[in-house]
Structures are given as C-alpha cells and as structure tokens.
C-alpha cells in the first residue's frame, strides 16, 4: 500500500507529465483559456490514461512478451490508446456535445498526446505490475489535470489583468508555465519513500 502511495504522490507532485518531464504540452496550452474546457480535458485524460495503463499492461504481458514481440510494443500502444480516444470521442460527443465542440481539435489530439504514451512506456520501463500501472496511470493523469486546471484559473485571472501588450496571449503564457514548473521544483525535495515507510 505504501509503494501505491509513493507511486500516486510522485506522478502527481514529483513527476508531474507537464511541469517536470514535459509531456503533453499541446493541450496543456491550447485547452487552457477556461478551466470548464480545462476540466473537461482533464476528465478525458484520466480516463484515457488510467485505461491505457490497464489495456497496454494485459496486451504486453498476454501477448506481446509470450510471442517474443516486445520490439513491438511502442505501435501497439500507439493503436491501443488510439483506440481508446475514439471511444472518449463518442462518448463526449453523444453526452456533452458543448464540451465536445470546446475541445474541438484537442480531443483527438489525445491520441498523439506524448504523456498518454509516455505514461505507459513508464510502466514497461519500472516493470510495474497491473495495479501499479492503473495507479502510476491515474496518478500521472491526475498530474496533469492538476496542472492544467492550476494553468486555466491562472489565465482567467490574467484576462483581467493588465498586461503589457508585447506579453499578451502566447507570451505570457509561456512565461506563466515556467513559473509553475519553477514552483513544482520546491517538490523535488520531498522523500516520499521514507513518507510513507518504503525502504
């Protein structure tokens, strides 16, 4: 349990996919203007990440590594979490056609999002079991909306503020980006092995 732990607090503080191993940025910047499109994504991805960590665990372990085909597992990841973004895609456009057209080109963009992926090679990599992947997955996706949902309040807020005119828009939101990174720094610190009694 405390290793669970230790997994779920590092992918969301420590190794947080945006703001410490810099993957997904895209939607990271495209999605945030509003946290309600924000969250929306966010929603997407922790579904699409924790499931792609449980699928691509199964298909590894079940049929890749049995029939010797493990030089194979970055294209049928990319397949699998293909697959499973589709799904997203009908699902939120069946149910909330508003957040669906919000999305717009960034729902499909999931599928090419680097952390979806990363997320899973991270699990190969750890040699992670089932439900340290599903937790690694859903800590890495919790991560991320967490940043993301941090990134669009920030924005709103910055819509009424004044700002140079050379520093609207992109600019500023780079700079903002960087100070969060910046601030999830003061994380690396932290010993969450000897936290929570993982030796």
Same mark, same amino acid.
């Not at 600019?171 to 780079?174: H, S």
């Not at 969060?180 to 999830?184: D, K, N, P």
């Given at each position: 349990?405390?290793?669970?732990?230790?997994? #779920?607090? *590092? *992918?969301v503080l420590l190794n947080n996919f945006i703001l410490s191993r810099f993957l997904g940025i895209c939607p990271f910047i495209g999605i945030s203007q509003q946290v309600e499109t924000a969250a929306g994504m966010s929603?997407?991805?922790?579904?699409?990440? *924790?499931?792609? +960590?449980?699928?691509?665990?199964?298909?590894?372990?079940m049929i890749l590594v049995p029939l010797g085909l493990e030089y194979l597992q970055t294209i049928a990841f990319i397949l699998i979490i293909a697959a499973l973004v589709q799904l997203v895609e009908m699902v939120i456009q069946k149910t909330s056609p508003t957040l669906y057209q919000a999305l717009g080109i960034y729902l499909p963009l999931i599928t090419t999002n680097c952390a979806v992926l990363g997320v899973t090679l991270l699990n190969v990599s750890e040699n992670y079991n089932l439900l340290e992947a599903a937790v690694n997955g859903v800590a890495g996706a919790s991560g991320f909306a967490l940043a993301i949902l941090l990134f669009a309040a920030i924005r709103e807020r910055m819509e009424l503020s004044e700002i140079p005119e050379a520093l609207k828009g992109f600019?500023?939101?780079?700079i903002t980006a960087g100070l969060? +990174?910046?601030? #999830?720094l003061g994380f690396a610190g932290f010993r969450l092995e000897a936290l929570f009694g993982v030796m």
């Open positions: 349990m405390a290793k669970l732990l230790v997994i #779920f607090f *590092g *992918g929603v997407a991805v922790i579904f699409v990440m *924790g499931l792609a +960590s449980v699928v691509t665990w199964f298909f590894r372990h600019p500023i939101a780079l969060m +990174s910046m601030a #999830f």
